[in-house]
């Protein structure tokens, strides 16, 4: 025990000796969240707005005002002519143009009113997003104008958004960086921290130590499991403080799943490590084997369900999509226990695997 | 203490060392002396069981290292040829580490430890990355010796360190063994084998030779004539010409030539001075270990070719 303890604080030496070290596991986290939370996000704001209106008067220009006085728009240019029209896209001052027809006020009147919408469709998805809040600014200026003698005969569609009622991206992201984090700080660090000592020759030395392999492993392990606990209740922190993100369900439950994630990852760290003989193959067998996978695989960026089958098939094999499941239902949906058990269960099983497969795998020897 | 028995390594189809075997005695100073990739390190981990051997045997006090590899690891020390200790460490932190690990404490062994340590003392909250070479190797040594190992396997210690502290080392050494620890070192410089008690020569994976040091000087066999002259390179080139009955080396300022035949040194003085050397001066010499070693390494090469 004493020995296990000397080699436990041997190793929070080596990371709190490293800048780089220290770098990556106290300040990506916050860059990450910083990010994700203010640069890149889904909810549009501002988008530049072209108007082509060939009606005159104060109904129409009520319109446009309606439009750009949202959060949505910004006008930026009044188009005179068709040929304007394309322009304003080829130059890139406009993202979405309203076409408001010659005689749009009558035809109001008689209820046969038509606007065109063109949006700029190099970016499809924002495409659709302005299009939907354009269309919806206009919908509800015109159930105002058209009164009780007008009333428009249609199905209400009256939707509301559960769980993130404000469809504020930052929720949805705080939980994937999060398993970013806890994947790349875990797997990473410590396969590259066990290399490290192959490099350096002092694994020769641990080996001919009365050290056990697994003495050495889970003394690799530990401090990466306390500091990445930490790291994971300091993101939620963070993220309460500046985006203020709540947890709905039990943060107790909560650093509990993040515990078992943690251990995956560093089984996978471990197993990374048997194989790569310098801190580099290391770095790079983590990078591409473990963090592009957990972003573009995982359902953080890009949902699971519209991707190709045989991809959809690989992503059950990524921890994170698991892990990213449980802390979003907790986080999010404020669930329980009884709600994740299949994915906590599937976590289990892969981590007891890598468990296995590292074991097996390790050397008491050299090569 | 420690025996070898037909032990071969290979690695990925390239042999490393080739059917070795020998026997270290207990309390010996014994040296494995080589060029580069001759096969010293090889030997040293299937010694010290982080290597395991493709065919044949090591044992320590009678115990196979493979089978019985956990009493080997606690009783043998081992500093690895490019073991660098733990940089980010200090001084103290790596030893005490090093003690723990291995069961015990700095008190407990520190007669042992004590006159190399000393030296290190007034740096001992100094990062071991900041020591110079020699110190870093006192430092290693420490630590290998720090659970009072009845073996002391040193893999290249004084590669790369400055003259002074190589000798420095090799007076720890005799201490060392002087306390009745048991040594196998080995070493790229062959003026430290004269050093050993015994020494092995080793070159591609194959032992050449193992004596004491006397005992190899006496089994030369051959003749030792010194050249010197300002114009080495061409004194050398001359000598090739002349005859190919014998070998010439260049040994810093002068050129050993190493004959089983007496040969003539006024005629010899003739021909070179005529092949235009003018300022040499040959006389008999009485060799030194590395002239054996030389010549043994050379006559070796020479037959795998013919």
Request: glycine share 6%; charged share 20%; proline share 4%.
């Amino acid at each position: 025990m004493k020995e296990f303890i000397a080699f436990i604080k041997k190793e929070f030496y080596h990371i709190f000796r490293d800048r780089r070290t220290l770098l990556v596991l106290f300040g990506m986290p916050l860059a990450q969240l910083l990010l994700f939370g203010y640069a890149i996000t889904t909810e549009v704001t501002n988008a530049d707005l072209a108007v082509y209106n060939q009606s005159s008067g104060q109904f129409t220009n009520q319109l446009v005002d309606k439009l750009v006085s949202s959060d949505f728009f910004n006008l930026t240019e009044n188009v005179h002519s068709k040929d304007e029209m394309m322009d304003v896209f080829r130059k890139s001052k406009a993202k979405i143009i309203v076409v408001i027809p010659p005689d749009f006020e009558q035809k109001f009147n008689r209820r046969e009113a038509q606007i065109q919408l063109i949006a700029d469709g190099s970016d499809p998805n924002l495409a659709s997003i302005l299009t939907n809040s354009a269309t919806g600014i206009i919908m509800t200026w015109m159930k105002g104008h058209a009164g009780n003698a007008m009333q428009i005969e249609t199905i209400n569609n009256e939707v509301r958004w559960h769980y993130n009622p404000e469809l504020k991206s930052v929720s949805m992201f705080v939980p994937g960086v999060i398993t970013i984090i806890l994947m790349l700080v875990s797997a990473m660090l410590s396969s590259i921290s066990i290399t490290r000592e192959k490099e350096l020759g002092t694994i020769e030395i641990l080996y001919v130590s009365p050290l056990k392999p697994v003495t050495i492993i889970i003394g690799k392990l530990v401090p990466f499991i306390i500091l990445s606990i930490f790291n994971a209740a300091f993101i939620l922190l963070m993220a309460y403080i500046i985006f203020s993100v709540p947890v709905n369900g039990s943060i107790m439950l909560l650093l509990l799943e993040s515990l078992l994630f943690i251990i995956t990852a560093l089984s996978l760290g471990v197993l990374i490590s048997t194989v790569s003989e310098t801190q580099q193959t290391a770095l790079m067998l983590s990078l591409f084997g473990l963090m592009l996978p957990t972003i573009l695989l995982s359902g953080f960026i890009f949902p699971i369900s519209s991707m190709p089958l045989p991809l959809q098939i690989i992503s059950n094999v990524i921890p994170a999509k698991w892990f990213l499941i449980i802390i979003k239902d907790i986080m999010l949906k404020g669930v329980g226990i009884m709600y994740v058990w299949k994915e906590t269960l599937v976590l289990v099983g892969m981590t007891i695997g890598l468990i296995g497969l590292s074991i097996k795998k390790y050397n008491i020897r050299l090569q | 203490m420690v025996r070898f028995e037909h032990i071969s390594k290979s690695y990925e189809g390239n042999p490393a060392v080739n059917d070795i075997n020998f026997r270290v005695e207990k309390g010996e100073l014994f040296g494995l002396i080589g060029p580069d990739g001759a096969g010293k390190s090889t030997l040293f981990r299937i010694l010290t069981t982080v290597l395991l051997p493709d065919v044949g045997h090591a044992y320590f006090k009678d115990r196979d290292v493979v089978d019985d590899y956990r009493y080997v690891r606690r009783n043998v020390g081992y500093m690895p040829g490019k073991f660098s200790l733990y940089q980010d460490l200090s001084v103290k932190e790596n030893l005490k580490f090093f003690a723990t690990i291995f069961n015990t404490t700095i008190a407990e062994n520190y007669d042992l430890i004590k006159d190399i340590y000393e030296q290190l003392e007034p740096f001992e909250s100094r990062r071991a990355g900041a020591l110079s070479g020699g110190m870093k190797q006192k430092l290693a040594l420490s630590c290998a010796l720090i659970h009072k190992p009845e073996v002391l396997v040193l893999d290249e210690p004084t590669f790369g360190v400055d003259a002074v502290s190589r000798r420095e080392f090799w007076d720890m050494l005799k201490s060392l063994k002087a306390k009745g620890v048991t040594i196998l070192v080995s070493t790229p410089y062959m003026d430290e084998a004269a050093l050993c008690d015994r020494v092995a020569l080793i070159q591609d994976g194959n032992i050449l030779k193992i004596n004491t040091p006397d005992g190899i000087i006496d089994q030369f066999g051959k003749q030792l004539y010194k050249v010197v002259t300002q114009h080495i390179y061409q004194a050398l080139q001359a000598l090739e010409k002349i005859s190919d009955e014998w070998h010439a080396y260049s040994f810093g300022q002068e050129i050993h030539i190493y004959s089983s035949k007496s040969l003539n040194i006024a005629d010899l003085k003739g021909q070179l001075v005529s092949m235009g050397i003018d300022d040499v001066q040959i006389e008999i010499g009485k060799p030194l270990i590395e002239d054996c070693f030389m010549d043994l390494m050379v006559s070796e090469k020479t037959e795998d070719y013919v």
